[in-house]
């Protein structure tokens, strides 16, 4: 409530030789001092000041998608706290860490596939926990061929030496695993095992990255280790990352964890704060 600063001549003091003063009648025009408010009447609310949603942004070179073929907007914004019930992540000072799934793809969870993780099943089940932590600011990846210019250098030769996975990008191999498909996430695509130039327009410089997904030697690294280069906060969740055998596994998580405090090593329950 607004309060109206006495003007000249008021609130003077009058003492017993003061002259008289004529009170002049108040004019109906002139619009009389608002009441003064009741000490015990609550304050006036002030108006909510809602931001606008934000349209989904589109980037050139990178594919980008909601998961979620029904939905016509981003299902939630990025600036969508943790969870309250749930721990906080020390250390981030680039703001809210993003959940990354690396590749869950049948290509790499089926045992039948050349490429089928033995640890997918165990992964896939500490993913599914880790979800609900991260909502509105996960971001799930797929791997898919090279094709035209894209397949240059030793892509040509890798593509020859696994001629099962030389096949169109729309594939249903490369389709996103059932248990995670159809999530109101963001979702992208590239050429390459590695991640982050792809992640970027997303999360923009230095951001803080939780890593889970498939292969932990080959496109978890591969993702890991140029995002921490250029900046990012990685955390490897090693128990919601699966690797090619346990023996590739360990030894990818070894090399990761050489580079504190860029990167570390964590597990799902120390991620959720269960002790």
Known sequence: MTTTTPGPGQDRPVGPDSPAVTVPEPDPATPLDPPVPDPGAPPDSPPLDVPPLEAPRSEGGVALALADPGAGAVPHSPEVAPSPELAPLEGDVEGDPWLVVVDPQRIFADPASEWGSPMWADACGNILRLLPRFEGRTIVTRWVPPVGDER?????????????????????????????????????SAPTFGKWDALLPITGPAPSLVLTGVSTDCCVISTALPAADAGATIRVVTDACAGSSAENQAAALQVMGLYPPQISLVTTGEVLGEG
């Open 152 to 188: 240059a250098g030793s892509w040509v030769e890798y593509m020859r030496a696994w001629p099962f996975a030389d096949r169109d990008p729309e594939d249903p191999y490369f389709d996103v695993v059932e248990e995670l498909r159809d999530l109101p996430v963001l979702e992208v």
